[in-house]
């Protein structure tokens, strides 16, 4: 029987939710490229219901215990003493979400001698020592496509908060103010603007596209170029490296993977290379943005704003200078967890668990790692190595 250990956020302060403000979320058919949605042979939970905290338990304890095995939910997960430290000792199964992440640094996997599979409950496994996985011959998993579109959706916002400047607008009316001129000296439209997404995969495609319709100019980078129909159809500019891209364009988004060649990739230097006044909207990882670089930047005016909800690590300590700095709209790590993504990557974890568990194939494109190599998806999007240096940092945030 297995051990399996599930790291989660934090239930909402008001405590588990009794009731949802809508009845139903829609009943996808299948992604935009035509990629299969989850397929579990059975699901426990409501979708639209909370499954992402402790108490959702990503809808897995009747599955698991039905079959006897065991599973551990906890939101500790910083530290030493924290309650996964502990349980990973002997635990068979990790399952971890990008959001609330439980680092698998290379000490820990030294630690868990009985561990075989990591599981990420969205998509990103950055916070794994892929490195010290291929190491171990351990499987790492995630649910591939469950929430691009949500990401996708929140980076449109985010432009447009940013060049809009909506939260300062919206901060006056709570104030009760009417301060129209306050509101505007630093408004704009996005309407002619040009914008660089960082990759095309599944989250930057989806921004790109989305985006069309707002008349921008629309440009892009990435490792394996679209194919011509994509380019022409969005009227896409290619560029093969960020740094012809980054002075053409008014917005960048960033939609790369953190893997060590992108780790601190907007630094200093990268930054100069971009128009004063720019924005920069990161949804990908914290570590792409060099922390104290996208201060300076906004201090000095070389960026305009900057949003996203990626920091690096997570959960930010209260001092984090992306909490304070000017001119930024970021939220906690949000976007791929809206109530909708929840249910595609809770019953995508049950996809994948039930296959581990019945020594059946694990879709070929949820695979991160697998027999000491890189796989699936990501033999396609990551380089081995380890981009978790730094994670001990999370616990600054439990001790206040
Ligand atoms: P995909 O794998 O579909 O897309 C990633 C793309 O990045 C691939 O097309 C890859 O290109 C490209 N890429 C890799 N390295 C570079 C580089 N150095 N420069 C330009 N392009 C590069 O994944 P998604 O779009 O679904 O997700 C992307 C990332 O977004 C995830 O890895 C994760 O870190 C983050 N994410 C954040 C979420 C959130 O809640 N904020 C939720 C989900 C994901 P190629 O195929 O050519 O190798």
New binding site residues.
């Given amino acids: 029987m297995a051990k399996i250990l599930c790291v989660l956020y934090e239930d909402p302060i008001t405590g588990h939710p009794q009731s949802y403000p809508r009845d139903e979320i829609p009943n996808l058919k299948h992604y935009p490229d035509g990629m299969a949605l989850p397929t579990p042979k059975h699901i426990d939970f409501k979708p639209g219901h909370l499954l992402g905290s402790v108490s959702g338990e990503l809808g897995l304890r009747k599955f698991l215990e039905g079959q006897g095995h065991t599973l551990i939910v906890t939101s500790d997960k910083d530290g030493p003493n924290s309650v996964f430290e502990k349980e990973l000792v002997d635990a068979d199964v990790v399952i971890s979400q ?2 609330w992440p439980a680092y698998l640094t290379a000490e820990r996997l030294a630690k868990a001698k009985n561990l075989k599979l990591a599981i990420t409950a ?3 496994s ?1 916070h794994v020592d892929l490195q010290g996985a291929i190491n171990k011959g351990m499987t790492v998993a995630e649910v ?2 469950c ?2 579109i ?2 996708a959706e ?1 980076v449109v916002m985010a432009i447009l908060a940013l060049v809009h400047d909506y939260i300062p607008s919206y901060q006056w009316v709570i104030k009760g103010g009417w301060n129209i001129a306050d509101c505007i000296s630093r408004a704009y439209d996005l309407e002619g603007m040009t914008v660089g997404s ?7 495609l989806g921004v790109l596209k989305r985006l069309k319709p707002f008349d921008v100019k629309l440009h892009y ?4 170029r679209l194919p011509e129909s994509v380019e022409k159809e969005l009227n896409l500019t290619y560029h093969s490296d ?1 740094e012809s891209m980054l002075p053409l364009c008014d917005v960048i988004t960033v ?4 893997y060590p ?2 780790e601190h990739l907007f630094n200093d230097a990268l930054i100069s290379k971009m128009k004063r006044g720019s924005y920069l909207v990161n ?3 914290g570590k792409i943005c060099e922390r104290d670089a996208i201060v300076r930047a906004l201090e000095s005016g070389q960026l305009a704003g900057y949003a996203g ?2 920091w690096f690590p997570q959960p930010a300590p209260k001092d984090h200078p992306w909490r304070t700095m000017p001119h930024h709209g970021m939220t906690p ?1 949000v ?3 809206t109530l909708s993504a929840q249910a595609r990557y809770a019953a995508g974890v049950r996809e994948i668990l039930e296959c581990w568990l019945e020594s059946r194939p694990i879709r070929n494109e949820y695979l991160i790692v697998d027999k000491g190599k890189l796989a699936g ?1 990501g033999a ?2 990551y380089t081995a190595g380890n981009a978790t240096g730094g994670s001990e940092e999370a616990l600054k945030f439990k001790k206040g």
Avoid at 198 to 204: H, K, M, Q, T
């Fill in positions: 990008p959001f969205g998509i990103g950055d591939t496509y929430n691009s949500s990401v929140h960082v990759a095309a995969g599944r989250i930057g980078t990435e490792r394996h960020v939609n790369c993977p953190l060649q992108t949804t990908a990882r909800d990626v790590h976007s791929g967890t998806m396609h999007s």
